[in-house]
């Protein structure tokens, strides 16, 4: 995306939520993730010249960005733009596999680790782990490092990219990731290092708390009323979180040409609204975790994430393991409320506050 387009796309959103904030006297925040491929091959100016751009139009609004990169590429730039340009920062590190390689085919690896030391040194990070077939087995060995490096992460198991190839061999069964999942809770829940489980599981343990004490969990927002979410393609076209990333009759229109106000009162918008509707009907309505849930793990999970059983109704993932946690929690923190793992885990953010 080129500098214009960009600020084109920041003028299209600031005019929406300048206009929703002064209907209803909140502040919308705004995070802008720059995720895939590798943003960090990009000229740090690039992101210089954009961040300005926002502070120009965007003025006051709260806003963060947050980058995942493969951290390769770590010279004294890359670092000065990761320290002082973005606010969150993200890598991508398998720990086992030799599954990142460099354009001659070497293990990339050992280089990302010693760039995320030296990162790890001057700001906080988290990483991303995808598990495949190669790693799968090495669960408790993924999370000494990272508890041992105090650095948290996102478990992610790998997905069809569509890309004829590219995952062949290398993915894993559905229970083989529940498996490594629960491996990873019972991790958690034996270490006094490392504060919050690797994600998804800390949103998962979230809603196992709150059942266990009977409290209610956020309701499932209608995405008519609230969209919190959008992925923006390079070209300009969005899709909501769960629908059909990059199949074009799933976007909701282009950001570069089309107001954001027409997007959300578009048809293909009412038909990502009703197929999240859907989903959250057919597997939450029966589901014991509901009040606790509201439903978005399956509202907002992409379609080649989701698992079908044998009726080709949807299955949540995010329910076995919940069912998982509930159990290990009740026995390992009897004293619930005042645990302090469970406090951090209750925390809720949100990205709207009165003005
Ligand atoms: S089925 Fe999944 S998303 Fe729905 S309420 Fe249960 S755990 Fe939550």
């Given at each position: 995306?080129?500098?214009?387009?960009?600020?084109?796309?920041?003028?299209?959103?600031?005019?929406?939520?300048?206009?929703?904030?002064?209907?209803?006297?909140?502040?919308?925040?705004?995070?802008?993730?720059?995720?895939?491929?590798?943003?960090?091959?990009?000229?740090?100016?690039?992101?210089?010249?954009?961040?300005?751009?926002?502070?120009?139009?965007?003025?006051?609004?709260?806003?963060?960005?947050?980058?995942?990169?493969?951290?390769?590429?770590?010279?004294?730039?890359?670092?000065?733009?990761?320290?002082?340009?973005?606010?969150?920062?993200?890598?991508?590190?398998?720990?086992?596999?030799?599954?990142?390689?460099?354009?001659?085919?070497?293990?990339?690896?050992?280089?990302?680790?010693?760039?995320?030391?030296?990162?790890?040194?001057?700001?906080?990070?988290?990483?991303?782990?995808?598990?495949?077939?190669?790693?799968?087995?090495?669960?408790?060995?993924?999370?000494?490092?990272?508890?041992?490096?105090?650095?948290?992460?996102?478990?992610?198991?790998?997905?069809?990219?569509?890309?004829?190839?590219?995952?062949?061999?290398?993915?894993?069964?559905?229970?083989?990731?529940?498996?490594?999942?629960?491996?990873?809770?019972?991790?958690?829940?034996?270490?006094?290092?490392?504060?919050?489980?690797?994600?998804?599981?800390?949103?998962?343990?979230?809603?196992?708390?709150?059942?266990?004490?009977?409290?209610?969990?956020?309701?499932?927002?209608?995405?008519?009323?609230?969209?919190?979410?959008?992925?923006?393609n390079t070209d300009g076209e969005c899709y909501t979180y769960g629908e059909n990333y990059g199949e074009t009759d799933w976007s909701i229109g282009n950001l570069m040409t089309t107001s954001l106000s027409e997007m959300l009162a578009?048809?293909?918008?009412?038909?990502?609204?009703?197929?999240?509707?859907?989903?959250?009907?057919?597997?939450?309505?029966?589901?014991?975790?509901?009040?606790?849930?509201?439903?978005?793990?399956?509202?907002?999970?992409?379609?080649?994430?989701?698992?079908?059983?044998?009726?080709?109704?949807?299955?949540?993932?995010?329910?076995?393991?919940?069912?998982?946690?509930?159990?290990?929690?009740?026995?390992?923190?009897?004293?619930?409320?005042?645990?302090?793992?469970?406090?951090?885990?209750?925390?809720?953010?949100?990205?709207?506050?009165?003005?």
């Amino acid at each position: 995306m080129s500098r214009a387009q960009l600020a084109t796309i920041y003028r299209n959103l600031e005019e929406y939520y300048a206009r929703r904030d002064a209907e209803d006297g909140m502040v919308t925040s705004l995070e802008l993730v720059w995720h895939g491929g590798e943003p960090l091959m990009q000229p740090p100016q690039y992101f210089w010249d954009t961040f300005a751009d926002q502070d120009e139009i965007f003025g006051e609004r709260p806003r963060r960005n947050a980058v995942q990169t493969n951290l390769m590429l770590l010279d004294e730039e890359r670092m000065r733009l990761l320290v002082d340009g973005f606010d969150k920062v993200g890598v991508s590190l398998d720990v086992i596999g030799g599954l990142r390689v460099n354009i001659a085919g070497r293990d990339s690896q050992s280089k990302v680790i010693d760039n995320l030391r030296r990162l790890r040194a001057a700001r906080q990070v988290g990483c991303i782990t995808v598990l495949t077939a190669r790693n799968v087995s090495a669960v408790e060995e993924i999370f000494r490092f990272f508890e041992q490096l105090d650095v948290g992460f996102r478990v992610l198991p790998l997905f069809d990219t569509d890309e004829k190839g590219q995952t062949s061999g290398l993915d894993i069964t559905q229970q083989e990731e529940l498996a490594a999942l629960a491996q990873f809770a019972d991790l958690w829940l034996g270490s006094d290092q490392m504060e919050r489980p690797p994600a998804p599981l800390d949103e998962y343990a979230a809603v196992a708390v709150r059942h266990l004490v009977g409290n209610s969990g956020p309701v499932y927002r209608d995405r008519r009323e609230w969209l919190p979410l959008i992925l923006v393609n390079t070209d300009g076209e969005c899709y909501t979180y769960g629908e059909n990333y990059g199949e074009t009759d799933w976007s909701i229109g282009n950001l570069m040409t089309t107001s954001l106000s027409e997007m959300l009162a578009g048809q293909t918008f009412e038909r990502c609204a009703s197929a999240a509707e859907r989903r959250v009907a057919l597997n939450c309505l029966t589901c014991p975790f509901f009040k606790a849930c509201g439903g978005t793990f399956i509202a907002e999970t992409e379609q080649r994430e989701r698992d079908h059983d044998t009726q080709e109704a949807m299955t949540c993932m995010a329910r076995p393991m919940i069912e998982h946690l509930t159990g290990r929690l009740r026995t390992v923190m009897p004293d619930l409320v005042r645990d302090r793992r469970a406090r951090t885990l209750a925390a809720v953010t949100t990205d709207r506050q009165p003005a």
